[in-house]
């Protein structure tokens, strides 16, 4: 069963990434993730209205513990600011790699952070990682997007490195606190965070908070929070079921590039599909050595 609840959590999170391009097509990035993080906000917001009427306001009822989420809001928000970025100006068939690379750089984290030793096989799978990163810079060359001359493919990779540094994180919160009630604190404090980033933006600097274009709403939005929670939750309920082997399950979710990957392809006719699918190849090798690498 927990098998099932990673391949619906892996779905998700691809319909995310669409639903991500779409929202931010044209569009002022600042304001869909502060309504994308006001939706998800709402859609947690069971979890701690029950806590405060059973008397429980959270954490353990303790200021440390409000702050340990706030960081994480914080780390969370800073991945998504740049993805948003990055999901708008890159191909999707060029961002979902970058981002499909995040395992590599958080086994890569638990070395240098918690000293975990590594095996030869994991090992391999970091090298064929990066080796991936390597060839997708290249092909994003040829298309105008190259490490010397975007910033958008930077942004791309700042926002996966902060993504893995929000999973090492939350392998230290979990040993306090509940998945459920981690997710639904740092979804509140990410939207009132990102709702005071943007009326600052805006009272200081209206040109530059509106993003080269005004916001326009689209229904693609809500549908970003809509399966980024369920993706979310799915995840939660499959590593709770016993025997669930969270090496296997990461490299399912990871996997979620193929459904942004094929709707680049097929929709919206993105080029150099051949070195990409290679490079698609090469990641998913590397995955695969670090799944095996693990038992």
Known sequence: MWILYALLSALCLGFYDIFKKISVKGNNVTVVLMLNTLFQSLF??????????????????????????????????????????AIKHLPLTIQGP????????????????????????????????????????????REGFSFKHSRWLWMAIGATIFGAISALYDKYLLQFYRPLEVQAWYSLYQCIIMTATLLVLRRLSPAASSDRGKFHWTWAIPFISVFL??????????????????AIVSMVRRGSVIVPFLYGVFI?????VRAKAIDLGLLIISLLLLVAGSH
């Open 44 to 85: 947690m917001s069971p979890v701690i209205i029950n806590g405060i009427v059973s008397g429980n306001y959270g954490l353990n009822n303790t200021i440390e513990g409000h702050i340990l989420i706030l960081i994480k809001a914080l780390i969370v928000l800073s991945s998504w600011l740049l993805g948003y970025f």
């Open 98 to 141: 970058i981002n499909a690379s995040r395992p590599v750089m958080v086994l890569l984290g638990a070395l240098i952070i918690f000293g975990e030793r590594l095996n030869s096989i994991q090992w391999a799978g970091i090298i064929i990682g990066f080796t991936s990163l390597y060839f997708i810079s290249r092909i994003g060359s």
């Open 229 to 246: 929670t369920v993706a979310d939750l799915a995840y939660f309920f499959s590593l709770s079921v016993d025997g669930a082997m969270i």
């Open 268 to 272: 919206l006719h993105e080029r150099n």
